[in-house]
């Protein structure tokens, strides 16, 4: 039977042997894992072994597409990188936008699988479809424009580059893969498990797409969302410029914003981040084929040539993390640190929340001298964009920092671990979980740790929120507005859904900037398109058991590495250090009351109060398999439902 929309193949990579293989897989087997982390963490679990480091030649760095993504219609310019993460020990995940998403797709494999570790750096090339190995040491210690470039001189301007810089090449345990310049797979340290491999970059060029099923139904997906691109509050903000990085003088009323690592609520600087201050810098977008929304654009940072605009590319939460978190007034700041972050090959947000750990530990009295002579404090400007420098290049106390925020305070003692600001060994993301409680749960509970984008926040469905909020949260379950800062069981279940919907849209590779509940696209849309591409008869039903396989697929992973129920949980700031300021001044997050939720959560998944699934939760999923062929032990389940 012909496939529409995906090849069906996987590209397997040895870079200990330099041997290249193309393997099919059934049809089935797509259905099942669809793509993005939910076939990453399917190959994990039956091909690496527990209790492996991160950076051990046996983990796999697996660049994938899905069944549906990788093709030039709204939504679907996008792919997932996923290993075991050197900063949570746990699974790891990251997406991105682009043209390489759908260079991949035309690659002739739907995901690259690649283990093992160059005995010198090395540039996998994909051209049109011919797989080679070729020496990368001329390009080793280079940024991520560099190599770029230097690949598109050798290659051809149509090659698509997904790169390495100097961070992830020094194992940076929060380093990022930046591809084609401006589009970053940031979190959870990608970068540095391909450091570890010796791997510089991916070089994709050429090659063909799959047919699609219905290639008239795409279009008209498309151009619907084109027609009514601006009709959407969400859409429109994210269309036109400066974009989505532009929100910091948005938030400094009715959730709260975090600022000085999430130590106070009031940053006077707020306007300093107006859109016409960011518009003085704009240098065009970055865009996504296919899709008419543009979300990333680019801006550079004044007249220092330091800082080329060519990789000014910016997503929504370095305007937080580097700037209020981090104490920073001066928007230019933000944005050499952005381009910065893009060059060497580093997530801004575990930078910005690593860096604001430090930095409180310094205000505190809890550094050596040493130390704290080279940890500059809130809001230093000139010291922040040294100390980028040194951490990318693991430099003087940058070789500390560089280990994440949890490493480093442990390291540090003397109080520090109080300060860093993670969940799982994983930074927090800039937005007041103290205020939305969703998102705290998603925070505390989410395989991959803390993410911004695991829900959509609460205050969509708050009586502040979005007035078309409902419109397409129906379709969930989710019929009512309700308090963001509640915890209740009526919380949680809309969690669930929200959470749910997001993590199938990980799994397909459609970016939750494109998607239900609260822009364009429908979530009958999403199933419109997902069968427009693939030919598949789906549903509905079907795209969310996607979503509900991948979260406990990740979590079967965790508990398989010793990740159990007592990770699920938020620095104790949350709980014990309530809102300094505003209309939230005096809240905090009640522990009793967050940790019955989350054991409400966990019943909702079908696991005990020990984050325990029962057997029948397995096969309900169609993961049985994990334990009856032995790739978890049967501890992981729990005792009442444990097969007979």
Not at 59 to 82: D, E, K, M, Q, W
Not at 223 to 247: I, M
Request: glycine content about 10%.
């Amino acid at each position: 039977m012909e496939r529409y929309g995906y090849s069906g193949r996987l590209l397997r990579i040895d870079l200990s042997t330099g041997a290249t293989a193309h393997e099919t897989r059934d049809d089935r087997w797509w259905r099942t894992y669809a793509g993005g982390g939910l076939l990453a963490t399917e190959l994990l679990l039956r091909e690496t072994p527990a209790g492996i480091d991160a950076f051990d030649p046996r983990n796999l760095l697996i660049v994938t597409s899905s069944v549906v993504a990788g093709h030039p219609y709204a939504g679907l310019a996008r792919f997932t990188v996923a290993g075991k993460s050197p900063l949570t020990r746990g699974i790891g995940e990251t997406r991105c936008e682009g043209p390489f998403a759908i260079a991949l797709k035309r690659s002739g494999a739907d995901a690259i699988v690649i283990r093992g570790r160059a005995s010198e750096p090395v540039v996998l090339v994909i051209d049109d479809g011919a797989v080679s190995l070729q020496p990368a040491e001329s390009l080793w210690g280079a940024t991520t424009g560099t190599v770029t470039e230097a690949l598109r001189e050798r290659y051809g301007a149509d090659a698509h580059v997904a790169a390495i810089g100097p961070a992830g090449e020094r194992l940076v345990r929060f380093a990022s893969i930046v591809s084609d310049r401006n589009h970053q797979a940031a979190r959870m340290g990608m970068g540095a498990v391909a450091g570890s491999k010796r791997l510089k970059a991916i070089v994709i060029r050429g090659g063909s797409l799959p047919p699609v099923a219905d290639p008239d139904r795409c279009d008209e997906l498309t151009r619907y969302y084109a027609d009514r691109v601006r009709v959407n509050d969400l859409t429109r903000w994210q269309l036109e410029p400066p974009g989505f990085a532009a929100w910091v003088h948005l938030m400094t009323g009715d959730t709260a914003i975090a600022a000085e690592n999430y130590s106070i609520s009031a940053f006077a600087a707020a306007s300093a981040y107006d859109p016409d201050r960011f518009m003085r810098r704009y240098a065009g977008e970055s865009p996504c084929p296919g899709c008419p929304n543009d979300c990333i654009k680019r801006f550079g940072a004044g007249d220092d040539d330091r800082f080329d605009p060519r990789s000014g590319g910016i997503h929504q939460e370095i305007t937080g993390s580097m700037g209020p978190v981090i104490g920073t007034t001066e928007l230019d700041t933000v944005l050499a640190a952005n381009i910065r972050c893009n060059e060497l090959g580093m997530d801004p947000t575990s930078l910005g929340f690593t860096i604001a750990m430090a930095m409180e530990c310094r205000e505190r009295g809890l550094l050596s001298p040493e130390i704290a002579h080279d940890v500059p404090g809130f809001g230093d400007t000139a010291g922040v964009l040294e100390l980028i420098e040194a951490i990318g290049h693991r430099a003087g106390v940058g070789d500390l920092l560089a280990e994440g925020s949890k490493r480093a305070a442990d390291q540090l003692g003397n109080g520090a671990p109080d300060y860093a600001m993670q969940v799982k060994g994983l930074e927090l993301v800039p937005f007041e979980p103290r205020t939305q409680t969703g998102l705290a749960f998603g925070y505390a509970t989410a395989p991959i740790g803390p993410r911004f984008d695991i829900a959509e926040h609460d205050w969509d469905f708050d009586e502040a929120g979005w007035s078309h909020a409902l419109e397409n949260s129906r379709t969930l379950g989710i019929f009512e507005r309700m308090p963001m800062d509640e915890i209740s069981p009526q919380k949680v279940r809309n969690y669930t859904a929200l959470n749910t919907l997001w993590s199938a849209a990980d799994a397909l590779d459609f970016c939750i900037f494109a998607i239900a509940p609260v822009r364009l696209l429908s979530f009958e849309q999403m199933a419109a398109m997902l069968t427009a591409v693939t030919g598949w008869n789906t549903s509905n039903y079907e795209i969310m058991r996607i979503g509900e396989r991948r979260i406990q697929l990740m979590h079967l992973y965790n508990l398989r590495e010793g990740i159990g129920p007592e990770a699920d949980t938020l620095p104790d700031r949350f709980f014990n250090d309530p809102i300094d300021s505003g209309i939230w001044a005096g809240h905090r997050i009640d522990r009793d009351a967050f940790t019955r939720a989350i054991k409400t959560w966990y019943r909702m998944m079908g696991w005990d109060d020990r984050a325990r699934p029962i057997y029948e939760t397995l096969v309900t999923h169609h993961l049985e398999w994990t334990v009856d062929e032995g790739y978890l032990a049967p501890d992981v389940l729990a005792p009442t439902g444990a097969a007979e």
